[in-house]
Nanobody, 115 residues
Framework: QVQLVESGGGLVQPGESLRLSCAAS????????MSWYRQAPGKERELVAT????????NYADSVKGRFTISRDNAKNTVYLQMNSLKPEDTAVYYC????????WGQGTQVTVSS
């Protein structure tokens, strides 16, 4: 079965960095675009970044452009989100997402940015 397992969240101070990982299994990883979403308390889940299955192109939310970088390693079935210059407003649960006829979500990993 499809599994998406996120890791790498934590508590950091503003301006610091984190790298999230999402280990995928149960499907042909290289065939799918992959995305990161986030959901802050009291807010709707929002798309943060998408990387396409060819690995070369990506899209970002305006709020993270220039600070976050999405990447993938098809040999390791893993997608990453490098988050730099973190701000308090980046605080949220971050989810890995696989689109398709059937959509899959990871369990989420908490990122807290606070001084």
């Amino acid at each position: 079965q499809v599994q998406l397992v996120e890791s790498g969240g934590g508590l950091v101070q503003p301006g610091e960095s984190l790298r999230l990982s999402c280990a995928a299994s149960g499907f042909i990883f290289s065939n799918y675009a992959m995305s990161w979403y986030r959901q802050a308390p009291g807010k709707e889940r929002e798309l943060v970044a998408t990387i396409f299955n060819e690995g070369g192109s990506a899209n970002y939310a305006d709020s993270v452009k220039g600070r976050f970088t999405i990447s993938r390693d098809n040999a390791k079935n893993t997608v990453y989100l490098q988050m730099n210059s973190l701000k308090p407003e980046d605080t949220a649960v971050y989810y890995c997402f696989r689109p398709g006829v059937t959509k899959y979500w990871g369990q989420g990993t908490q990122v807290t940015v606070s001084s």
